[in-house]
């Protein structure tokens, strides 16, 4: 596991990925509170499944609020929905079941290492053809993970592979994992110039059109 706080920067990450020998890698908040039904496991289950890459759990808040339920690439890369009520259903009872999704958030993500590394790992210039993404723009380290994290399941899915969303693998957070106003807008500043280098990046097979919430 790599453990997830305000100093961990996705040269970190890449680094555990680089350095480890675990078939899988786990994501985890230093300040999460694991369900009692477990958290890891089904994830793990996930990613055993032939060609899933990374799988992400559901992520709510201590006050009872929806952190992410998988992530949509249009019109940026956004958690659809959240910060309503964590026990919402989502838009045709899609928060109740397992499916695909563009990206996970990276809070409680499981990936296959291994095949990770084959499109370039956690590290962000590689994937994009070694343009170095943290000098043009400058970005808030946490939103630089963010992009990371959706780079690489769109690399993942345009090398066959599947990011799964399950809610049978649950995180709690404090309140404070809700992004502010002006997380979202650095997020989106950062997601149009990376999809100018990327532009696989805004593709989206999986987002259901006409029900974001920005």
């Known amino acids: 596991q790599v453990?997830?706080?305000a100093s961990t920067t996705a040269v970190d990450i890449c680094r555990a990925f680089e350095h480890s020998s675990a078939r899988y890698i786990a994501l985890r908040p230093v300040d999460a509170d694991p369900d009692r039904t477990g958290w890891l496991s089904p994830l793990t289950a996930q990613c055993a499944r032939a060609n899933v890459g990374a799988a992400?759990?559901?992520?709510?808040?201590?006050?009872?609020?929806?952190?992410?339920?998988?992530?949509v690439h249009h019109p940026a890369v956004i958690d659809l929905f959240q910060g309503i009520d964590a026990d919402n259903h989502g838009p045709w009872g899609a928060f109740l079941v397992r499916r695909e999704v563009a990206s996970?958030?990276?809070?409680?993500?499981?990936?296959?290492?291994?095949?990770?590394?084959?499109v370039g790992g956690f590290d962000l210039a590689a994937m994009l053809g070694d343009r170095d993404p943290v000098?043009?723009?400058?970005?808030?380290?946490?939103?630089?993970?963010?992009?990371?994290?959706?780079?690489l399941c769109t690399k993942l899915r345009l090398a066959g592979l599947s990011t799964i969303w399950t809610p049978q693998s649950r995180l709690t957070l404090p309140p404070s994992a809700l992004f502010t106003d002006q997380q979202l807008a650095e997020r989106r500043?950062?997601?149009?110039?990376?999809?100018?280098?990327?532009?696989q990046l805004a593709e989206d097979p999986y987002s259901p059109i006409g029900v974001h919430r920005i």
Do not use: C, H, K, N
């Open 135 to 151: 000098v043009e723009p400058e970005v808030d380290p946490d939103a630089l993970v963010d992009i990371t994290v959706a780079v």
């Open 189 to 199: 500043r950062v997601f149009r110039y990376i999809a100018g280098v990327f532009p």
């Open 3 to 5: 453990v997830l706080d």
């Open 104 to 118: 996970v958030s990276p809070l409680g993500a499981v990936f296959d290492r291994s095949a990770t590394l084959e």
């Open 56 to 71: 992400g759990p559901l992520v709510t808040s201590s006050d009872g609020r929806l952190v992410s339920a998988g992530r």
